[in-house]
């Protein structure tokens, strides 16, 4: 099983680090550089859960917004 959310599909997605250096100058600075960008992951937020699937028991990767969902669901 790879790192995804069984239910909407989730997963890591690449991006950037964008370090600024220096003040601002509305805060009464020289002005903020922007240095070099370096490659980064986004990981998705997953838990391991036990869920009543269809009256089954299943063991599935599921990411907090579509736990917290499911959880609103029930109520």
Do not use: Y
């Not at 950037?16 to 990981?43: A, D, E, S, Y």
């Not at 998705?44 to 736990?67: D, Q, T």
Request: proline share 3%; aromatic share 2%.
């Amino acid at each position: 099983m790879s790192r995804t959310c069984d239910f909407c599909g989730k997963g890591t997605t690449s991006g950037q680090n964008v370090p600024r250096k220096g003040l601002p100058r509305r805060k009464g600075g020289g002005g903020v550089k922007i240095g070099v960008r370096t490659k980064r992951t986004f990981k998705a937020n997953l838990h391991s859960k036990s869920l009543l699937i269809n009256g089954v028991k299943r063991k599935v990767k599921i990411c907090s917004r579509c736990l917290s969902a499911r959880d609103k669901q029930a109520v």
